[in-house]
């Protein structure tokens, strides 16, 4: 990958329009909500700066495949679950290629990511079972292309920053920052944007989470985050 500074080195050209900043925007930054989508879309620059500082900054984790190799984003396939865990060991989150432009990262802006617990009670993909995911077809109870918790039906729409569009939540999911290398087509996790749900989520479940990651739960992740199908972490993906 290339410059550790890419953000920092995009937020300080956002003003910028020369062409030596455009260069330094090889790196695409973008965040999976439209609203920070437009930091990738350098005609929106004016406003780039002021929207990349609501991005909270953790570490900056490249997304890696089963072999710990960073993962080609044009591999992924479309409207498929795809987890990792970010910021933290035990904080799920979901990678989604919606096979077609919605502001987000990667060669046709497809590639978005958001923090995997309900906004609602917290539901979240454990390794027993998840009821939240992306629904690729519509069912009885929502829409294609949703993000759906069958816990009790909250529907987000992941196209337009994973806002509420029906069910009982009423906060969208925290999006996660996704930074795109177009060079070797990987992809990296810099931060979250929107209301985290991170701190109701450790006290909520610090029995099970201990059981599952032992001390490790609340541990920032690093380096890398580990990309897997939400079929492959979850033995159970409710259907509704
Ligand atoms: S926990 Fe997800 S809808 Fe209630």
Redesign the pocket.
Known sequence: MQSQNAFENLCSAAGDTSPAANERREFLLACSSTLLASVALSPLVASAASQARQIKRYSNAILSDSLGDPLRASTLKPLTNYIFHYPFASTPCLLIDMNRDVGGVGKRKSIVAFSAI??????YPAKEVS??RFQAAASAKSQAEQIH??????VYDPSAGAKVIA???TAPLAAIALEYDAKSDALRALGTAGAEQFDPFFAKYEFKLSMEYGARAKDRVQQRAAVQELTQFCRNVAQC
């Open positions: 309900c906004s609602h009670k917290l539901a009821f939240i918790c069958c816990a009790d039906h909250s069910g009982p939540a």
